[in-house]
């Protein structure tokens, strides 16, 4: 079993949709949690951290729960440019933090 | 802004020879990360340096992946001899460092590596 799983996709949604992303992963361990965006052929960019209170950016949503060991995003009045893969992130914060990636989930928004 | 350098952008060689890739991270971030990824799935770490020193190398295939960080400043990746396998993104990343508290790491722009 990977340590981080994540739906491959691809999400095909309109314009203005609204459209959730799941991601679980297998360490009860992990400590922090990101979701980062990368676009075709380009690095990975943190969009946002994930917190067990949950957190908000905008038309971002990501929330974390401990006890299933999943995180989510919430993505709401999609836009064209929001069209990219994200990439569902964990680390074991100690000595050394060590960041694990899932697949990713590709996006494609449309008109 | 600060961004993470890398070089080349795009590399194509052909199998059985070597290549190498250089990383310059932000500056003062003490943590620096070489990363692999191929087409259609996410980043695996190969190696992590705190400073000069390797703190995470399992993943590094060692009989012919070497990475160093001298100085504890800029990085060098190399494969001798590349293997057709090898074609992927090879993406570089710093953060601040755990002890510093942080864990975000920002990525390079990455080195498109072709073995023919």
């Known amino acids: 079993r990977k340590e981080v799983e994540q739906d491959p996709g691809p999400f095909n949604v309109p314009e203005g949709a609204t459209v959730a992303f799941n991601c679980t992963y297998s360490?009860?361990?992990?400590?922090?949690f990101f979701w980062y965006r990368q676009d075709c052929r380009k690095e990975p960019k943190l969009l946002m951290s994930?917190?067990?209170s949950g957190n908000e950016d905008g038309r971002f949503t990501a929330q974390l729960n401990r006890a299933s060991q999943y995180i989510s995003l919430l993505i709401r009045d999609s836009k064209l440019s929001d069209s990219a893969t994200y990439l569902c992130?964990?680390?074991?914060?100690?000595?050394?933090?060590?960041?694990?990636f899932g697949t990713g989930t590709r996006l494609q928004v449309t008109l | 802004e600060a961004e993470v350098a890398q070089s080349p952008r795009y590399k194509i060689t052909e199998k059985s020879q070597a290549v190498a890739f250089w990383c310059d991270p932000i500056?003062?971030?003490?943590?620096l990360y070489w990363y692999r990824q191929i087409l259609g799935q996410g980043p695996e770490l190969l190696v992590q340096?705190?400073?000069?020193?390797?703190?995470?190398d399992s993943q590094l295939p060692k009989d012919r992946f070497s990475a160093e960080r001298l100085k504890g400043v800029d990085s060098t990746l190399k494969i001798q001899p590349a293997e057709l396998g090898d074609s992927a993104m090879y993406l570089c990343?710093?953060?601040?460092?755990?002890?510093?508290?942080?864990?975000?790491?920002?990525f390079g722009p990455g080195t498109r590596l072709t073995v023919l």
């Open positions: 994930v917190y067990s």
């Open positions: 360490n009860s361990a992990s400590q922090s």
């Open positions: 500056s003062g971030h003490a943590t």
């Open positions: 340096f705190q400073d000069e020193s390797v703190v995470d």
């Open positions: 992130v964990v680390t074991r914060t100690g000595t050394a933090s060590k960041l694990t």
């Open positions: 990343a710093s953060s601040p460092g755990v002890s510093r508290g942080a864990d975000t790491q920002y």
